[in-house]
Nanobody, 123 residues
């Protein structure tokens, strides 16, 4: 079992930055692929970024250069640094943990999910 708790969301002006954190419990954290997804009201949960146990990273094409995913296997935490935020990126941001199989940008590759943290970007 892996439990995930996201934090760091909030209200930020357009162009601003936020750092999200996802704290994980469970012995297998260091071997998990960790991913961030986001979901706006009435829309599907979309892939943002992922990082494997070996710290290989993948990003949604539209986010490259603005978002950075990282992980600290000692602290069992994964981070998402978000820069130059846009109002259309207002959404709930969710952390997922997977076993490292399947496509990292697919929701079905993640077995465990956190409750999410809300990010609101004002114009």
């Amino acid at each position: 079992q892996v439990q995930l708790i996201e934090s760091g969301g909030g209200l930020v002006q357009a162009g601003g930055s936020l750092r999200l954190s996802c704290a994980a419990s469970g012995r297998t954290f260091s071997s998990n692929t960790m991913g961030w997804f986001r979901q706006a009201p009435g829309k599907e949960r979309d892939f943002v970024a992922a990082i494997t146990w070996s710290k290989s990273t993948t990003y949604a094409d539209s986010l490259k250069g603005r978002f950075t995913i990282s992980r600290n296997n000692v602290k069992h935490t994964v981070y998402l640094h978000m820069n130059s935020l846009k109002p259309e990126e207002t959404a709930g941001y969710y952390c997922g943990a997977g076993l490292g199989t399947g496509l990292v940008y697919s929701r079905s590759s993640y077995t465990y999910w956190g409750q999410g943290t809300q990010v609101t970007v004002s114009s």
